[in-house]
Nanobody
């Protein structure tokens, strides 16, 4: 059974950095595309970064180069580093996964991903 568990969120002052982690189990990590999404209150999910099977990253232009997605295949863990946090980054952050055939590309749209974690909250104060 696919299991995703986010951690690393919390309350932080603007300008700081956080690294979110997504520990996974129950599937072949290297055969899956994975991504990070965030959801603002009463808003739709926003894709912030995705990573392909070979580790090729994609980052949404909306996050302005402050977000870095990475993964550790040996640990079956996905990461999202967020630098220079802004109050506008306050949201619930989710990791997601789905099997994919592409080796070096991963989608940023939520409809592609069928397995999701429970989310970790990030609150940025000014």
């Amino acid at each position: 059974q696919v299991h995703l568990a986010e951690s690393g969120g919390g309350s932080i002052e603007a300008g700081g950095s956080l690294t979110l982690s997504c520990a996974t189990s129950g599937f072949s990590f290297t055969l899956y595309c994975m991504a990070w999404f965030r959801q603002f209150p009463e808003k739709q999910l926003e894709g912030v970064a995705a990573i392909a099977r070979d580790g090729t990253p994609r980052h949404s232009s909306s996050v302005g180069g402050r977000f870095t997605i990475s993964k550790d295949n040996a640990k079956n863990t996905l990461y999202l580093q967020i630098d220079n946090l802004e109050p506008g980054d306050t949201a619930m952050y989710y990791c997601a996964a789905n099997p994919c055939d592409w080796l070096n590309w991963a989608p940023l749209g939520p409809d592609f991903y069928h397995s999701w974690g429970q989310g970790t909250p990030v609150t940025v104060s000014s």
